[in-house]
Structure formats: structure tokens, C-alpha cells
Nanobody
Framework: QVQLVESGGGLVQPGGSLRLSCSAS????????MRWYRQAPGKERELVAT???????SYVDSVKGRFTISRDNAKSTVYLQMNSLKPDDTAVYYC?????????WGKGTLVTVSS
């Protein structure tokens, strides 16, 4: 079955950096687009970044120039490098894949940006 396991969250000061990882299993990783979403307290979940099977990427405007999504098909892992973090980036970050028409989610990893 499809499994997604996120890691790398934590507490960081404004301006700092974190790298999130999502280890995937249960499907042919290299052939699927992978996504990072986030959900801040009291807000709806939003799409942050996508890396397509081709390696192309897309980002929500609020993180462009600060976040970089990447993938390692040999390790079935997708990453989110987050730089110049702001308090507004505080959220639970989720890894996502659409497989056989169904969305699958990890349990999330909490990122807190605070001084």
C-alpha cells in the first residue's frame, strides 16, 4: 500500500532554514508527481510545491525564491528545502501523491518559525 513518511520539521528562528524529507513506498515513485502541502492553525490546507515526474517544478507565489522542491528517484524520496523562513511559514507540512485516482497523505511534520 502507499505510504508517505515526512521528517525534518522543527523549531527555527525567522530567516533560518530547514529541509523536509518525505520517504515514499508502495508505488512506482519515479512515474508520479509529488507535492508538499501545508496547513497553518485555523487555515485551510494549501499546495506549496510540486515536482513532476519529468523533474519540472511549480510553487505557490508566497514561497517562490525561498523554497526548493526536489526528488531522488533512487531513494523514493522528495525534499523541500526551505530558506529565509518567516513566521507565516509556521504550519504542519504534508507530503502528497495521487495514485490510482486517490490522494494519499503522510501524517505531516510540524514547522514552527519563531524567535
Amino acid at each position: 500500500q502507499v505510504q508517505l513518511v515526512e521528517s525534518g520539521g522543527g523549531l527555527v528562528q525567522p530567516g533560518g532554514s530547514l529541509r523536509l524529507s518525505c520517504s515514499a513506498s508502495g508505488f512506482t515513485f519515479s512515474t508520479y508527481g509529488m507535492r508538499w502541502y501545508r496547513q497553518a492553525p485555523g487555515k485551510e490546507r494549501e499546495l506549496v510545491a510540486t515536482v513532476f515526474s519529468t523533474g519540472g517544478t511549480s510553487y505557490v507565489d508566497s514561497v517562490k525564491g525561498r523554497f526548493t522542491i526536489s526528488r531522488d528517484n533512487a531513494k523514493s524520496t522528495v525534499y523541500l528545502q526551505m530558506n529565509s523562513l518567516k513566521p507565516d511559514d509556521t504550519a504542519v507540512y504534508y507530503c502528497n501523491v495521487f495514485h490510482a485516482g486517490m490522494p494519499y497523505w503522510g501524517k505531516g511534520t510540524l514547522v514552527t518559525v519563531s524567535s
